[in-house]
Every structure is written in C-alpha cells, then in structure tokens.
C-alpha cells in the first residue's frame, strides 16, 4: 500500500520559512517524480514545484521560483519543499505526489498517481 505523508505545516508570519516534508513508503520511491502542489479554499489545486526520480532537475511555478526549494533523499525516500519568504498568497494545503518517472508533464495533476493527504500551511500579513 502506498503512502504518503505531509508534515511541516503551520502558521507563520510574511516573509518567515516553512520547511514540508513527505514520507513516502509502498513504492519504488527513486523510480519515481515527486511533485508539491497546493489548494487554497475555493480554488483548485496547482502545480508547485516537481523533482525528477533522480534529483537531476527540478521545475517550479513563476509565482515560487527563488523563493522554494524542492529536494529529495532517494535512501530515506523523502521529499522536501523548503519554503522562504513567505506571502500571504501562498496559503493552501499543501499535497505530495508520486508520478512514475516515464511521465513528463510534471505541471498536471492527471501525472500522478499517488497523493498524500496534505499539510495546511497559513501565512499571515
């Protein structure tokens, strides 16, 4: 049974840091893209950022690039999304996926086949 689980959420103030993390088990985890999207109330879910199964390369939304890092840790099957300077904008459950690595489209969630069950992350102004 797969699983994947989001820890690392919270509360925090504009322009402060988060650190996401996804525990992944049940897979082949380095045969495997990773991805981070995100869900604010109302709206629907959008791509975040994505790392290949190999680490090699890593894609991120306009809005994030400079400001999130995505990494991963084949040995520990662990994915990572370090968050700086946080926006108010960037409020959402934040959700962990798994796509197999022969899928390209790192920016649709029809890529992925397995989805965690989130981890909120609320910035405040």
């Known amino acids: 049974q797969v699983q994947l689980v989001e820890s690392g959420g919270g509360l925090v103030q504009a322009g402060g840091s988060l650190r996401l993390t996804c525990a992944a088990s049940?897979?082949?985890?380095?045969?495997?893209?990773m991805g981070w999207f995100r869900q604010a109330p109302g709206k629907e879910r959008e791509f975040v950022a994505a790392?290949?199964?190999?680490?090699?390369?890593?894609f991120y939304r306009d809005s994030v690039k400079g400001r999130f890092t995505i990494s991963r840790d084949n040995a520990k099957k662990m994915v990572y999304l370090q968050m700086n300077s946080l926006k108010p904008e960037d409020t959402a459950d934040y959700y962990c996926?798994?796509?197999?690595?022969?899928?390209?489209?790192?920016?649709?969630?029809?890529?992925?086949?397995?989805w965690g069950q989130g981890t909120q992350v609320t910035v405040s102004s």
């Open positions: 049940g897979l082949t985890f380095s045969r495997y893209n």
């Open positions: 996926a798994a796509a197999p690595s022969y899928k390209g489209d790192f920016y649709y969630t029809r890529s992925y086949d397995y």
């Open positions: 790392i290949t199964w190999s680490g090699g390369n890593t």
